[in-house]
């Protein structure tokens, strides 16, 4: 529980490009600083023997006041050795060896005073202690009269030889200072490398972890604040609110999705308006034929029946009556259809009703036209009357259905009592409508008539379908469902289409 307390904020996308942000910037300055100082360290190195060299330059005029009037102090110039000699380690960078010797020699090249830890005796020439290249050195820089020549060689053990002139108050050479040292070893070298190493790294790195962190935070902060808006704007689409828009001017990659994605927004919505008004032209086409079908043949009977009677009222009165009673019926039966094809102009759902409210309505004037007892039983969330809970898409769907297998039920099924039941999950939304007519054979019939076939496209645009279960004397239940929100995708339609699948190839109830 602790470790998930700790860890929730990099779950974060602002979380996570805040770590990301952090941990390279320590990284890069580490591998930089790295860099750098293997390059310092190397190029020190390779300096080194100048280095040495202009140390002993340095040096030499001091000697210089030890010779009086050419004569050297050997007791003072041995003192100011040990001085040198134990100041020598804190001069060079990348050794703290002392010299093998450090030596005051005549213009003859012979030791006036040494020190150091193989020290050269007094009074012996140093030409012995140095190599074939170290003695010509000595020579030129003795022979020098200027005392301008300063020279340092490495010797074939690796050693150091440092020669400077010790120049007199006249400008005579006086002698020189020799200094022989060893070359600092690769331990050496990686133990000064790890010291300033460790010292910088602690440094370097809260350095950079705070830059990091700071500059991560300020970044992401900026990034998840546009994802939000992107977010906003993509959750009121998923509502159905089009109008909604992902403000980005930005010519960045998510500037250019926000505006993509308005694009996007702009054509559904134009699709939407174009479907509703492809569904306005279906609903009147159906309305045209329902028309034709039924008050028009109506009217038409009417308009024999009063023909004929006109005809037989000079011959025959009782017929004539008959016709006009006849008439009378044929008239009352289109008001009656006119009366149904009014209702269904006027969605229930629209109507400031609640859903239940509008069914439970519907049922009751339909038992009143038909004479066919119709029950509404809801179950499950719906059951609070009055309380919209569905959006109107989803009402409008199952009205249109509950309308059309009410009128199925009165032209085919010679029924006496219809059950509708209504029920309601957090998911979905079922409808259904069962008879005790007379019911027909599913597997005699190849294709479901133009009722059956609208209402399973009102319930696949939901993300639902419709099933058929019917058999001869035993009635007819259609179950009709969706999701409970409308929304419908891919995987729901497949799913909704394998569970319907066993009424597919069903007629259902055939519409003459």
Same mark, same amino acid.
């Given at each position: 529980?602790?470790?998930?307390?700790?860890?929730?904020?990099?779950?974060?996308?602002?979380?996570?490009?805040?770590?990301?942000?952090?941990?390279? &910037?320590?990284?890069?300055?580490?591998?930089?600083?790295?860099?750098?100082?293997?390059? $310092?360290?190397?190029?020190?190195?390779?300096?080194?023997?100048?280095?040495?060299?202009?140390?002993?330059?340095?040096?030499?005029?001091?000697?210089?006041?030890?010779?009086?009037?050419?004569?050297?102090?050997?007791?003072?110039?041995?003192?100011?050795?040990?001085?040198?000699?134990?100041?020598?380690?804190?001069?060079?960078?990348?050794?703290?060896? +002392?010299? @093998?010797?450090?030596?005051?020699?005549?213009?003859?090249?012979?030791?006036?005073?040494?020190?150091?830890?193989?020290?050269?005796?007094?009074?012996?020439?140093?030409?012995? %202690?140095?190599?074939?290249? /170290?003695?010509?050195?000595?020579?030129?820089?003795?022979?020098?009269?200027?005392?301008?020549?300063?020279?340092?060689?490495?010797?074939?053990?690796?050693?150091?030889?440092?020669?400077?002139?010790?120049?007199?108050?006249?400008?005579?050479?006086?002698?020189?200072?020799?200094?022989?040292?060893?070359?600092?070893?690769?331990?050496?070298?990686?133990? *000064?490398?790890?010291?300033?190493?460790?010292?910088?790294?602690?440094?370097?790195?809260?350095?950079?972890?705070?830059?990091? &962190?700071?500059?991560?935070?300020?970044?992401?902060?900026?990034? !998840?604040?546009?994802?939000?808006?992107?977010?906003?704007?993509?959750?009121?689409?998923?509502?159905?609110?089009?109008?909604?828009?992902?403000?980005?001017?930005?010519?960045?990659?998510?500037?250019?999705?926000?505006?993509?994605?308005?694009?996007?927004?702009? %054509?559904? %919505?134009?699709?939407?308006?174009?479907?509703?008004?492809?569904?306005?032209?279906?609903?009147?086409?159906?309305?045209?034929?329902?028309? +034709?079908?039924?008050?028009?043949?109506?009217?038409?009977?009417?308009?024999?029946?009063?023909?004929?009677?006109?005809?037989?009222?000079?011959?025959?009165?009782?017929?004539?009556?008959?016709?006009?009673? =006849?008439?009378?019926?044929?008239? +009352?039966?289109?008001?009656?259809?006119?009366?149904?094809?009014?209702?269904?102009?006027?969605?229930?759902?629209?109507?400031?009703?609640?859903?239940? *409210?509008?069914?439970?309505?519907?049922? !009751?004037?339909? !038992?009143? %036209?038909?004479?066919?007892?119709?029950?509404?039983?809801?179950?499950?969330?719906?059951?609070?009357?009055?309380?919209?809970?569905?959006?109107?898409?989803?009402?409008?769907?199952?009205?249109?259905?509950?309308?059309?297998?009410?009128?199925?039920?009165?032209?085919?099924?010679? $029924?006496?009592?219809?059950?509708?039941?209504?029920? @309601?999950?957090?998911?979905?939304?079922?409808?259904?409508?069962?008879?005790?007519?007379?019911?027909?054979? @599913?597997?005699?019939?190849?294709?479901?008539?133009?009722?059956?076939?609208?209402?399973?496209?009102?319930?696949?645009?939901?993300?639902?379908?419709?099933?058929?279960?019917?058999?001869?004397?035993?009635?007819?239940?259609?179950?009709?469902?969706?999701?409970?929100?409308?929304?419908?995708?891919?995987?729901?339609? @497949?799913? /909704?289409?394998? =569970?319907?699948?066993?009424?597919?190839?069903?007629?259902?109830?055939?519409?003459?």
């Amino acid at each position: 529980m602790l470790m998930k307390r700790f860890t929730r904020p990099f779950r974060q996308l602002r979380g996570k490009l805040t770590l990301s942000y952090t941990l390279t &910037s320590v990284v890069t300055f580490l591998v930089v600083e790295l860099i750098v100082l293997g390059a $310092a360290f190397s190029f020190i190195s390779f300096i080194n023997s100048s280095i040495v060299l202009n140390s002993l330059k340095q040096d030499s005029p001091l000697a210089a006041h030890y010779f009086v009037q050419g004569v050297p102090d050997r007791e003072a110039l041995t003192n100011w050795l040990y001085v040198m000699n134990a100041a020598v380690p804190n001069q060079g960078p990348l050794s703290e060896n +002392h010299p @093998t010797f450090l030596a005051v020699v005549d213009t003859q090249g012979q030791t006036i005073a040494s020190v150091g830890t193989h020290p050269v005796p007094s009074d012996t020439p140093i030409q012995a %202690q140095l190599s074939t290249q /170290s003695r010509a050195n000595l020579n030129t820089v003795l022979n020098d009269v200027k005392g301008n020549t300063s020279v340092v060689s490495q010797d074939a053990n690796g050693t150091l030889v440092a020669i400077t002139p010790i120049v007199g108050d006249s400008g005579n050479v006086q002698g020189a200072l020799v200094m022989k040292t060893t070359q600092p070893d690769m331990l050496q070298l990686i133990s *000064a490398f790890l010291r300033v190493i460790i010292v910088t790294v602690i440094i370097v790195t809260i350095i950079a972890a705070i830059a990091g &962190s700071v500059f991560g935070y300020l970044t992401a902060r900026g990034i !998840t604040r546009r994802l939000k808006g992107l977010s906003v704007a993509a959750d009121r689409w998923g509502r159905g609110d089009f109008s909604a828009l992902a403000h980005d001017n930005s010519e960045d990659e998510l500037g250019q999705t926000a505006r993509q994605l308005n694009r996007m927004a702009e %054509q559904l %919505q134009n699709l939407l308006q174009a479907r509703q008004k492809l569904a306005t032209l279906e609903e009147r086409n159906r309305l045209a034929r329902d028309l +034709h079908d039924s008050v028009k043949q109506q009217v038409f009977a009417v308009a024999m029946q009063i023909g004929a009677t006109k005809v037989l009222l000079k011959r025959d009165v009782d017929a004539a009556e008959a016709r006009l009673n =006849e008439a009378e019926k044929l008239i +009352h039966h289109a008001q009656q259809e006119l009366t149904s094809l009014i209702r269904e102009l006027r969605p229930v759902a629209l109507e400031g009703k609640g859903f239940v *409210a509008a069914l439970r309505e519907l049922a !009751t004037e339909w !038992t009143q %036209q038909t004479n066919i007892i119709a029950n509404l039983r809801v179950e499950g969330a719906e059951r609070t009357q009055g309380t919209q809970v569905l959006p109107l898409t989803v009402e409008e769907a199952l009205f249109r259905v509950a309308q059309e297998a009410l009128s199925n039920v009165v032209r085919h099924s010679n $029924a006496t009592l219809v059950q509708l039941t209504l029920t @309601t999950t957090d998911e979905t939304v079922t409808l259904s409508v069962a008879d005790n007519g007379q019911g027909f054979d @599913t597997t005699r019939h190849g294709q479901m008539g133009v009722g059956l076939l609208s209402m399973q496209e009102r319930m696949k645009a939901l993300g639902g379908n419709i099933q058929v279960e019917s058999a001869p004397g035993q009635g007819t239940r259609i179950v009709a469902y969706c999701k409970r929100l409308g929304i419908g995708t891919s995987d729901d339609t @497949t799913a /909704s289409e394998d =569970e319907g699948a066993k009424v597919a190839h069903t007629g259902g109830v055939i519409e003459p």
